[in-house]
């Protein structure tokens, strides 16, 4: 199984400022096959990047992703007020699909 | 576009089985994998399984044997049935459309209660 953590576990920033979320898989991920998602209090999450750095339909451009082998990030360049929520990732790389414990975006 | 819907009971007592079943509009069951997800607050998001459209499956091996994934493609539905429940499996159950990688679109979930 391979298991993602994700860091930090809450990220307290200001509307406007940068977001840099890490997902770290415990063995590599084949293919960059690591997606992304955003999920707010009450609602299902919502697909925001896959193949690592690949935007969902709609995304806006503000969102980005990179990384490989063992290491992701998600960044956020300037943040919205509808950009604070929970991030996970997800990694499908293997048959077993997993996802990391979340990074909560919240206001400073 | 696709749109996802869970339904069933919200409380199943331990020991039982616990049955979701997911209806998908607006475009056809009939191609993609289409997949169970729960999420507690313990254990986080946790994949379950998936069908092909076909039938074939692929289960979560934690999960593997209290669990089975249907599919009636003449009512475009699927449905999830975990047997033998306990307390911990208590959780919101997300049914989602997959290419058998990523999960988009997702239903809105639906808390199931394990309890007597």
């Known amino acids: 199984e391979i298991v993602l953590t994700q860091s930090p576990g809450t990220l307290s920033l200001s509307p406007g400022e940068r977001a840099t979320l890490s997902c770290r898989a415990s063995q590599s991920v084949s293919s960059s096959y690591l997606a992304w998602y955003q999920q707010k209090p009450g609602q299902a999450p919502r697909l925001l990047m896959y193949?690592?750095?690949n935007r969902a339909t709609g995304i806006p451009d503000r969102f980005s992703g990179s990384g490989s082998g063992t290491d992701f990030t998600l960044t956020i360049s300037r943040l919205e007020p509808e950009d604070f929520a929970v991030y996970y990732c997800q990694q499908y790389g293997s048959s077993l699909l997993t996802f990391g414990g979340g990074t909560k975006v919240e206001i400073k | 576009q696709v749109q996802l819907q869970e339904s069933g009971p919200g409380l199943v007592k331990p020991s039982e089985t616990l049955s979701l079943t997911c209806t998908v509009s607006g475009g056809s069951i009939s191609s993609y994998y289409w997949t169970w997800i729960r999420q507690s607050p313990g254990k986080g998001l946790e994949w379950i399984g998936y069908?092909?459209?076909?039938?074939?499956?692929n289960y979560n091996p934690s999960l593997k044997s209290r669990v089975t994934i249907s599919v009636d493609t003449s009512k475009n539905q699927f449905s999830l049935n975990l047997n033998s429940v306990t307390a911990a499996d208590t959780a919101v159950y997300y049914c989602a459309r997959s290419t058998g990688d990523w999960f988009d679109p997702w239903g809105q979930g639906t808390l199931v209660t394990v309890s007597s």
């Open positions: 069908i092909y459209y076909s039938g074939s499956t």
């Open positions: 193949g690592a750095s």
